[in-house]
């Protein structure tokens, strides 16, 4: 599959464009709910890092 944007955004999600989200080709798709939340992601990177035993970069 070859995918090209014309359009860019930062913070653009893209996902399936099919029913429910869950086949299709990628399409631009809203972000579910809570995943732009800062003290989500910190607390999922810090659980993700104890229960790994790996050191994430990036943040």
């Known amino acids: 599959m070859n995918v090209h944007l014309t359009t860019r955004r930062v913070g653009a999600f893209l ?13 631009p798709v809203p972000l579910p709910r809570g995943a732009d939340d800062p003290a989500g992601g ?9 229960l ?6 990036g943040g």
């Open 15 to 27: 996902g399936p464009a099919g029913r429910d989200q869950t086949s299709g080709t990628p399409h």
């Open 52 to 57: 790994t035993g790996a050191r994430l970069s």
């Open 42 to 50: 910190a607390r999922l990177r810090q659980l993700s890092e104890r």
